[in-house]
């Protein structure tokens, strides 16, 4: 291997690849028309067959939707979720092989209004979205993200499973449904009809205040991504879906593993891009294309004709270096051209990433653990002593000026020992009514983007951090964010009252 | 000679233009992939060429496929094109 003037740039296939009849290797007859992964090649029939046959596998081995359960197919008009609609569609047909069981929705997030386009284009986009749901038959519903202005704070929350499923096993039932279901199949739901998107423009332009008011373009799509996963599980709860279905390919999948090592969230890794994401309590996120590279969704859908549409977004047209997700997609895919292994490996080790569940006192892990935006455990309110968080925030606390900083009554971030004299205010809340609202008898009022510091994550603060105010966010964030400063600021003043938890 | 060019995803790159219908010059030897992401590069490409080419090949997340094949199997830039060959490029890095 470890020749003088040898090109490691793929030469080393490159002879034996330029005669033109390589064989597909599963049926050996067929000339191969694609090559995934390193070498394997597949004929048009063999290629269809193994990716239609791990769609079934994917949601067959999970065993995670049950027969007859309502799933929302989550359809962002790109090729991966379009093909995952192709497949729903093609596996609840009637003559399917192992035909899937489920009953299916879906939704599109029109987020045309953070983007800046104009009510023409998105109309434009919808119809043809539009057109393309009707043909599939099943029910579907269309949503500009303005609505995130008008969502309940209890999306925040994580909510507890309905008690329709009570530990049945996933076999029985599928036997409980095939006996009773012999004879009639899965009619799908009948669609309403819907027009167009019914846009207030007063919530457009917050929306694009918002968006303005951030400075780096890694911020806009993280905050983008959470308003738009809110929606999205908004949405199924109140039409009662129990399932949501994501279409994150493989490719997309291993670059956002490594950009959210970059921007700190490496403790929600698990959940981020596992199979399923238990985080939201009744409603399962699922993502069924996970095992599948770009590369390979793309060649479907051209050769069996799936349609797609093509929806800017952020980052379209950006440069290389435009944002964190960017920088980290680019640098994926090159090293992906010339080690065609390096996605499933980083695949491979996203799936041996596990979350710790938390002590089974799962009474304890109340709302106020869990980060305000993303839902996932606050890895910010313990902080060891030697901890690299720690360390950022000494050198936060020593890189602010001090005469400015203002009277935090509410932001207990540090711990009390390592607060300067300052501390004197903060450590006696005096507050004596526990009715009182956020922000107590203070008259100084801490601005807002620090009182929400201690209710999020290290990513999450990281992006709210960016925007120059958080009181643009929308309201269902505020209201539930002052009710968790209130709760957790009751829960200090009657601490002693408690008893121990380990009693 | 004439070739069919299709763009999926890359189309914003092209004026929107997704279906290109492409007559090369004549010259003494056949048109090979290289020689043919250099004239598209200076005859189709409206802006932004590092979102397409990247050196002498496409940019990594960019699928070829010629007649509906996969270019690695065909040689990829060393392919040498025929009369009325097919050839599709597809963005593979947008959309999910």
């Not at chain 1, 239609?52 to 065993?63: I, Q, T, Y």
């Not at chain 1, 709860?237 to 670059?255: E, F, I, P």
């Not at chain 1, 966010?473 to 964010?481: D, H, K, N, T, V």
Request: glycine share 6%; with cysteine.
């Amino acid at each position: 291997m470890c020749q003088v003037d040898e090109d490691y740039n793929g030469q080393l296939d490159r002879d034996e690849v330029l005669s033109f009849s390589k064989k597909c290797v599963k049926c050996k007859e067929a000339t191969a028309v694609l090559v995934i992964r390193a070498g394997d090649m597949f004929c048009s029939g063999c290629f269809k067959e193994y990716f239609v046959h791990k769609f079934r596998a994917m949601l067959g081995k999970n065993r995670i939707i049950f027969p007859g359960e309502r799933v929302l197919l989550a359809v962002s008009g790109g090729p991966s979720s379009c093909s995952m609609l192709n497949q729903v569609q093609e596996g609840l047909s009637q003559n399917a092989h192992k035909k899937l069981r489920f009953i299916p929705g879906i939704v599109y997030i029109d987020e045309g209004g953070a983007l800046g386009l104009s009510v023409e284009e998105r109309q434009r986009t919808v119809d043809e979205l539009q057109s393309m749901f009707k043909a599939t038959g099943f029910p579907y519903h269309i949503l500009p993200l303005e609505e995130v202005f008008d969502l309940p704070s209890s999306v925040l929350e994580e909510s507890s499973p309905s008690s329709e499923q009570p530990d049945i096993t996933y076999k029985a039932a599928v036997d409980h449904f095939i006996q009773t279901n012999r004879n009639c199949y899965l009619s799908p739901e009948k669609q309403a009809d819907l027009t167009g998107l019914n846009i207030q423009e007063s919530h457009t332009h917050s929306l694009q205040q918002i968006f303005g008011s951030i400075k780096t373009l890694t911020a806009k799509e993280d905050l983008l991504q959470t308003l738009r996963q809110h929606l999205l599980v908004h949405t199924a709860r109140s039409k009662g879906y129990s399932k949501l279905m994501l279409g994150d390919n493989c490719t997309r999948l291993a670059v956002k593993l490594l950009a959210s090592i970059s921007l700190g969230r490496g403790a929600q890794l698990a959940i981020d891009t596992g199979f399923s994401d238990l985080r939201y309590g009744d409603i399962i996120t699922v993502r069924p294309m996970r095992d599948y590279s770009a590369k390979e969704v793309s060649f479907y859908n051209h050769m069996y004709n799936v349609p797609s549409v093509f929806i800017p977004t952020l980052d379209t047209k950006t440069t290389d270096k435009a944002s964190v997700l960017r920088l980290t997609e680019s640098f994926v895919t090159k090293l992906q051209a010339h080690f065609p292994s390096t996605v499933s490996t980083i695949y491979r080790t996203s799936e041996k990433l596990q979350t710790i569940q938390p002590s089974p006192s799962s009474s304890t892990a109340h709302n106020w653990d869990k980060c305000l935006l993303c839902m996932c455990a606050l890895d910010t309110n313990v902080v060891e002593k030697a901890s690299a968080f720690q360390a950022t925030l000494i050198s936060e606390l020593l890189s602010q000026r001090r005469a400015s900083r203002p009277v935090d009554t509410a932001s207990p971030t540090l711990r009390p020992e390592f607060q300067g004299p300052e501390s004197t205010a903060a450590g006696g809340v005096g507050c004596e009514r526990a009715a009182c609202g956020g922000g107590c008898c203070s008259s100084v009022k801490a601005p807002e983007s620090t009182e929400l510091k201690s209710l999020l994550c290290y990513s999450c603060q990281l992006t709210i951090k960016d925007m120059s105010s958080a009181d643009l966010l929308p309201q269902y964030i505020l209201s539930e964010a002052q009710r968790r400063k209130r709760r957790s600021q009751m829960r200090e003043e009657i601490r002693e009252f408690l008893l121990d938890e380990d009693y | 000679y004439c070739y069919p060019i299709s763009l999926g995803g890359a189309e914003l790159l092209f004026d929107g233009v997704k279906e290109h219908q492409v007559t090369l010059p004549s010259q003494s030897e056949p048109w090979d992939m290289k020689q043919l992401l250099v004239w598209i590069q200076r005859n189709l490409l409206k802006e932004r060429p590092e979102l397409f080419v990247q050196g002498d090949s496409v940019r990594p997340g960019i699928l070829v496929l010629i007649n509906d094949a996969d270019w690695e199997l065909m040689g990829e830039l060393e392919y040498q094109l025929q009369d009325q060959d097919n050839v599709v490029f597809i963005s593979t890095l947008h959309g999910g």
